[in-house]
């Protein structure tokens, strides 16, 4: 009995010991990014407050990404869990389940609207798969800098919730990072306003860039639709060649996410010389030309202008 009242005290004395502790938040605030651009944006507002790890790194593709031991390990101990949403992450559900985490998982394409995907090329094989996996709402909502901007709002939002001591301060890093962001935003409508309206089409691999086109109209024909999981057929790139021919897109783009034979081919079969790389899906590493968002917003400007003007 005796002892027994004794545990109970030295539990109590131990819970007022961390209840009092010095408010000034000793550990960092372990967040877990999804992929490589949701832990840019977390970057920026956590700052030296938060460690990151990223599941899907650079040049990774969270489409069809395999889930390894370390990623639910590090699941299980975050206090904060980035997610896109809209079935962007193809392995979220399983690697929630078996890290078994207790974190809050934070979707930060809420707020967002959301834009359908209207398959152009790959129309049959939708149906037919009944969009099985991806739904039928376009996930890469973070390719309008409007939309990075509500990402950026939720990420500070979800830290605020979990670290309370440190929102002043998140919220004060959300606001000069958007301030980056709306200054990026005019130069991507600088950037398509030189361009010809009559040349803005482009070709990439997969419709990554769905909402780049709903906010700064830019029109993007891709023949591996909305994810990279499952092959184009044949016919469908039939169909885009053939659709290419009578448009005259532009410029046609390899992606740092996917295969780049495919482009290859319709580049061969149409004469129009791949322009380079655009970066879709995530940033590319440290030493790379799009290793922040902003600079990937930047390169692929850069890289679209330069091979519809020739500059
Ligand atoms: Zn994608």
Redesign the pocket.
Known sequence: MLKAIHVALTLSVITLTVMTAPSAFAAPLKVVASFSVIADFAKNVGRDRVEITTIVGPNGDA?VYEPKPADAVAMAGADVVLVNGLHFEGFLQRLVEASATQAAVVELTKGVTPIEFKPEFAEEDAHEQGHEGHGSLDP?AFQSVANAKIYVRNIADAFCAADSDGCVGYQTNADAYIKKLDALDGEVRAAIASIPENKRVVITS?D?FGYFEHAYGLTFLAPQG???DAEPSAADVAKLISQVKQDRAAAIFVENITNPKLIEQIAAETGIKVGGTLY??SLSPADGPASTYIDMMRNNIAQIKGAILGS
């Open positions: 489409h890469h997969h990554a909305i994810s990279t879709s899906d």
